[in-house]
């Protein structure tokens, strides 16, 4: 039998020397995918990263893993090249040689409420008790000019000029549509129907023609969203979604569609129906 003080120093000299390959073993990073495809790197592998180009006082890490960086439409274009290092790591590799280590410069906290509802009364407490330090929620724009809200503004304009423009389209094809089937409508009103019953039956046809555009708009997009998504992200190497029909979307083109294809068809058949059925069936 090995002696109980043999065992002990044999683990003693394995413990330091486990030690002893930690500490020289480089600390561990994560990199962003695009920065792994782009340099062929690996998780195991050695990189060495600076403060600058020239390499000064650069520092050895390993690759301990591989993530996908969160999508932000606003660096849209711009490769996402990161590198995400533990904080100690961070501050050794970027303090200036000036500086006593924990006399680093901070310029934003960022801070995980238990209740985010709660946002709003603890940015005013912080702003309250610490002069000079500015406080908000993460979900607050920055400002009614900031770059999301002029978007959004734009979209809706466009959105407005496009249902405009649209609507007065639908009329006029309508007008010329019903204009062609005065004949028919004509023989309607001399064998007795009267100018509403024809009236409800236009609607009728135009809310059931206006359905099943609706239907075809809203199919075509469903099938078209993933090629418009899979053709962008490969673009612009992202895994931002470009675009999503949820059910409000469809609720809400189906709410503007319909109405509209309908109305179209009614104005174009009232001013039809006005004539007298004599006039109407005359060739």
Do not use: C, K
Not at 105 to 118: E, F, H, R, S, T
Not at 120 to 149: H, L, Q, Y
Not at 260 to 276: D, Y
């Amino acid at each position: 039998m090995t002696p109980a003080w043999l065992s002990r120093v044999a683990l003693a000299v394995l413990l330091s020397a486990a030690m002893a390959a930690a500490q020289d073993a480089p600390p561990e990073v994560l990199i962003s995918r695009q920065l792994a495809a782009e340099q062929g790197l690996t998780v195991g592998s050695i990189v060495q990263l600076a403060v600058d180009a020239e390499g000064t006082r650069a520092r050895s890490f390993r690759v301990a893993g591989i993530y996908e960086p969160t999508p932000d439409p606003a660096r849209l274009g711009a490769a996402p090249r990161e590198v995400r290092l533990h904080l100690p790591d961070l501050l050794d590799l970027t303090r200036p040689p000036d500086v006593p280590a924990g006399a680093e410069y901070i310029g934003n906290i960022n801070v995980a409420l238990v209740d985010p509802a709660d946002a709003a009364a603890f940015s005013r407490d912080v702003n309250a008790r610490m002069p000079g330090v500015i406080a908000r929620p993460s979900t607050e724009a920055a400002g009614s000019a900031g770059p999301f809200r002029v978007l959004e503004r734009f979209h809706l304009a466009i959105a407005v000029v496009t249902i405009v423009a649209a609507t007065v389209f639908l009329l006029a094809l309508t007008i010329m549509l019903v204009d062609e089937r005065r004949e028919t409508v004509g023989i309607l009103r001399l064998i007795g129907l009267p100018a509403r019953r024809v009236l409800v039956q236009v609607l009728i046809e135009g809310l059931i023609v206006a359905g099943a555009g609706a239907a075809f708009g809203l199919v075509l997009a469903l099938l078209s969203e993933g090629l418009i998504n899979a053709f962008f992200q490969w673009r612009y190497d992202t895994a931002l979604v470009f675009v999503r029909i949820t059910r409000d979307v469809a609720l809400t083109s189906a709410a503007i569609a319909v109405p509209l294809g309908a109305s179209a068809t009614v104005l174009a058949s009232w001013a039809l129906l006005r004539r007298s059925g004599l006039r109407l069936a005359r060739r």
